[in-house]
C-alpha cells in the first residue's frame, strides 16, 4: 500500500509539475502573440483626415497607401510602433546615453562616454526649428508611434523579459535616432587625430608622413583628381635599426601571436554605391546600385516601405526603399524621379582642440579672450542601482573629452554637436524631381554626411556630399590645433554652391566606397578624414568599365563581387617566400604552400588559402612596423597603428623594397621576417591539434548576427538570431562580410523603372520570432540571390480609418 501511494504521490506531482510547465508555456505564447502588430481588418487611428492602407507582402514588405502626406507619416509611425519599437528606444538611448536605465549596470561606461555630448539637449533645441510642415509630419508621426505600441495587446516582448514598460515617444528621440547614426558613422573621441597627433610628436618628421600617408596611388580610385602617392621611405639617417639604435621597448610593439589572425582584423563600418547614366546602361535609363555597410542585427536597422500619396497640388507621389525606424520617411530608394544612395564618406567633420589653460582653475583661453568652463552635471539612472553622476567640462568649441601625451585637455568640435548641422531635412529627398533638386536638399540635410550618389528619370546622374560641411579657416584639421587666436576657426558650414559635386560625368559612371573621393580644392573642402585604403573604390571602378553598358543585374554581380583583387600580390609573395629552403626550415609550410597555391583568388568559403595570405599579410604587418611605431607605444601605451587605414602603402613598400635599415633586428633579414610570419600564422590555426584543411575562410567568417537580448542571454540565441551561415567576402572587395558586419541592404534601382530594379535584406522585416515573416528574404541575402526591389502581392491588408 505505502508503495502504490508513493507511486500515486510520485504521479500526482509529475502531472502538476507538467501542468504548471504546461500552463506556462501558454501564457508565455499567449503573451509573445499579444505582443505582435496587426496584421489584417480594420483599426481606428486617431488623427487620420482620410483612410490609410497598410499592405503587407509575404516578407513583410509594408505599402502604405494615403490621401495626404501627414496620414501616410501617422500610419508609418503606427508600423513603427508595432513592429520595431524596442529597436527604436534603444537607439535613443544609445545617442542619449540612457541605456542603463533599461539594462543595469554593463553600459554605465558606454553611456557616460556619449553623454558627454549631451544629445539629448542638441535633439530637443532642433525640434524648436522645425518648421511649421516638419512639425506637423513630426507630430503625425509620434503620435502614430505612440498609438501602435498602446494598441498591441502585450508591450513588445522585449520588455516583457525586461521587466520594463516602454517609455513614450517624444519628437525630440527622433533627431536621436538621427544622433545615433553619427555615433555610428562618425568617431565620437576624435580617435583618427589623436593617434596621428601621437605619431607626429613622437616619430621624426619623414617617419610620420611615410607611416601615415595621405593617399596610396595604386589603389587610389578618386572620380575627381589624381592618386596621391606615398612619402619617400626615411633612410638611414633617420633610422637605422642596424647601429643599435631602434627606440626603447621595441619589443613592446611587437604583437601577440594571434593578433594578426582575421578574428582579430574585422572590417570597417563602410558602404558601396555607384551610379551609371542611362546611354551605359542595357535598359536605357540611368541606375543607381547602393549597399551601405554597417552592423547586422535581429532586427536589420532599416524597414522596408512603399508610400503612396499626393502631395500638396494633388500630383500622386510613390516613395520606395528602407526607412529607419524612429524616423517618417525613406533614407534611400526612389522616388519615381530620382533615386539616391550613400556611403560614409570618411572626411573630417570633427577637430581635437588643445585647450589653453587660463589664469585661473576655471578658464582657458579663445579667440575672443579667457573663459569660463561651463561644468554641468548629468545623472544616468541605473536600472536596479543608485544613479551615477556625471560631470562634464564644456568649453567654446565643445566638452573636454582627453587630455593628450602632453596632459593637455583637449575639447571636441564636432557637427552633431550643433542643432544647425543637425535635422532630418534628408528625408526631402521624397520630393525632388531632378539632379538639381536633390542636390539641394542634400546639401541643407543635417545627417552625418555622405557621399549622396543621384540618378534621375532623364537618364543623367550625379555625386555630391550630403549633410553640413564645416569650414575651416586657418588650418586643415588633421592634427589637434590650438584656437587662442581668430586665424584657426571654423567659419560657420560650406555654402551648397562650393559643396563638391560631379554633375553628368563625361564617362557616365561614378563610384564610391569610403576611400577619397576627390582631390585638390574639393579635397580641401571635405578634409583630411580617416579614408581607408581605395582597394575596394578601384575593384568596383574597373568592373564598372569592364563593359560598356551594364545591366541590373550586372550591377548587383558587382556588389556580390568578391574576388581577391587586393591580396593577388600577398598570395604571389607568400609563394615566393614558401621556397625549398624554407619549407625544408619548417616541413608544416608544405601544405600551407599546396593552399595558397590553390587559393581561388576569392574570398569563398571553403578556402584556406585565402585565410592563410590575409593572416600572412596581417602577420608581415605586425613584425614590419614593430621597430618603426616603437617611439609612438612608449610615448602612449595605448596607441594603435591599426587605425592608420591606409599603412598598405608604406607595407608593400618595404616588404617590396626590403630596406636593411628599417628592418627588425630579431630578423637577419626580410626573408626571415616573411618565413616567420607565415610559420606564426600556421603555428596558430594548428593549436590544439587543429587541422590546417579545416581553417577555411568560411569557418572564421560564419555570422554572428543576433538579437541584443541574445547578446546578454546566449541560450536566447536559439528563437532570437540568424542562423549561423558561412559568408563570403571580405573587406577590401565589394561584397564586404565579416561574422557581424556587411551589407545592411543591396539594391539597383532605376527611377521610374521600379520593377526592374534588385533588392537584399538581412534578417527581414520583424524581430519578433512568431511574425510569419521572421528572417523572410535573409536567405537571399546570405546567397545573392537577386529578388524585387518592389514589394510582392498584397497576402495582409489592414485599413487605419479616420
Sequence with gaps: MKALRRRRLLRNTAL?????????GLTLAFLLRGSLPLLDGSLRLSGLKGNVTVERDQNGVATV???????????????????????????RRRAAGELSELIGAATVELDSDVRV???????????????????????????????????????????????????????????????SMFLTLH????????????????????????????????????????????????GPEVLDTRTGAVPAKAAAAYPSPDRFLPEDNLPFVGSNNWAVDAAHSTT???????????????????????????????????????????????????????????????????????????????????????????????????????????????????????????????????????????????????NAGTIEEAIEVAHQAGAPPQNAMIADRTGRI?????????????????????????????????????VPKVIDPPAGKLWTANARVVSGPMLAV??????????????????LFAKDKLSPGDLMDIQLDNRAVFLDRWQKLALETLDDAALARDPRLREAKGFIERWGARASVDSVGYRLVKAFRSAVSDRAFAPLIAPALKMNPKFRYSRVWQSEGPLWALVSTRPAHLLDPRYADWKALLEDAMSAVVTALTRDGRRLAD????????????????????????????????????????????????????????????ELGLFHMPTGQSSHPLSPYFGAGHEAWVKGEKTPFLPGPARYTLTLQR
Excluded at 17 to 24: E, T
Excluded at 146 to 167: Q, S
Excluded at 368 to 378: A, D, L, N, S
Excluded at 391 to 397: S, Y
Aim: with cysteine; net charge negative; proline share 7%.
Design 16 to 24: 502538476f509539475i507538467l501542468g504548471i510547465v504546461v500552463l506556462g
Design 462 to 498: 550625379a555625386w555630391t556630399v550630403a549633410g553640413r560641411i564645416p569650414k575651416r579657416t586657418g588650418f586643415e584639421g588633421r592634427l589637434p590645433t590650438t584656437r587662442t587666436d581668430a586665424s584657426r576657426r571654423w567659419d560657420g558650414y560650406v555654402a551648397s554652391a562650393d
Design 65 to 91: 497607401r494615403g490621401e495626404d502626406r501627414v496620414d501616410v507619416a501617422r500610419a508609418t509611425g503606427f508600423l513603427h510602433g508595432q513592429e520595431r519599437f524596442f529597436q527604436m528606444d534603444l537607439m
Design 526 to 543: 571635405m578634409g583630411e578624414g580617416n579614408y581607408p585604403l581605395g582597394a575596394r573604390a578601384r575593384q568596383i571602378r574597373d568592373d
Design 695 to 754: 581553417r577555411t575562410w568560411g569557418e572564421f567568417n560564419t555570422a554572428r548576427i543576433q538579437h541584443p537580448l541574445s547578446r546578454a542571454v546566449p541560450s536566447l540565441g536559439r528563437f532570437l538570431d540568424m542562423r549561423k551561415d558561412p559568408l563570403p567576402g571580405d573587406d577590401h572587395m565589394p561584397r564586404v562580410h565579416s561574422p557581424t558586419n556587411g551589407a545592411s541592404e543591396r539594391f539597383v534601382v532605376a527611377p521610374g523603372h521600379e
Design 117 to 179: 555630448h549631451r544629445f539629448r539637449n542638441v535633439a530637443r533645441k532642433v525640434v524648436e526649428r522645425f518648421d511649421a510642415r516638419e512639425k506637423a509630419l513630426m507630430d503625425a508621426y509620434v503620435a502614430g508611434v505612440n498609438e501602435g505600441l498602446a494598441d498591441l495587446r502585450v508591450r513588445p516582448w522585449e520588455y516583457l523579459l525586461l521587466r520594463e514598460d516602454p517609455r513614450p515617444w517624444k519628437a525630440e528621440d527622433s533627431v536621436l535616432c538621427v544622433l
Design 187 to 234: 568617431e565620437a573621441k576624435g580617435e583618427r587625430e589623436a593617434t596621428l597627433s601621437v605619431m607626429h610628436d613622437a616619430l621624426p618628421p619623414a617617419m610620420f608622413d611615410f607611416l601615415a600617408p595621405r593617399g596610396t596611388a595604386e589603389w587610389d580610385a578618386p572620380i575627381v583628381g589624381d592618386p596621391i602617392p606615398i612619402a619617400p621611405m626615411p
Design 284 to 430: 536605357g535609363f540611368a541606375t543607381v546600385a547602393d549597399d551601405m555597410h554597417l552592423e547586422i542585427a535581429v532586427p536589420n536597422i532599416w524597414y522596408r516601405m512603399r508610400l503612396e500619396f499626393k502631395d500638396g497640388q494633388g500630383e500622386a507621389r510613390t516613395v520606395t526603399g528602407v526607412a529607419l525606424p524612429g524616423t517618417a520617411g525613406i533614407v534611400a530608394g526612389s522616388n519615381g524621379r530620382i533615386a539616391w544612395g550613400f556611403t560614409n564618406t570618411q572626411a573630417d567633420w570633427n577637430d581635437l582642440v588643445i585647450v589653453e589653460p587660463g589664469a585661473t582653475p576655471n578658464a582657458y583661453l579663445t579667440a575672443e579672450g579667457p573663459k569660463e568652463f561651463e561644468r554641468v552635471t548629468e545623472t544616468i539612472n541605473v536600472k536596479g542601482q543608485k544613479p551615477v553622476s556625471l560631470e562634464i567640462l564644456n568649453t567654446f568649441w565643445g566638452p573636454v573629452i582627453d587630455r593628450d601625451q602632453s596632459g593637455r585637455l583637449r575639447a571636441y568640435q564636432w557637427t552633431a554637436h550643433d542643432p544647425e548641422a543637425v535635422n532630418l531635412k534628408l528625408l526631402d529627398l521624397e
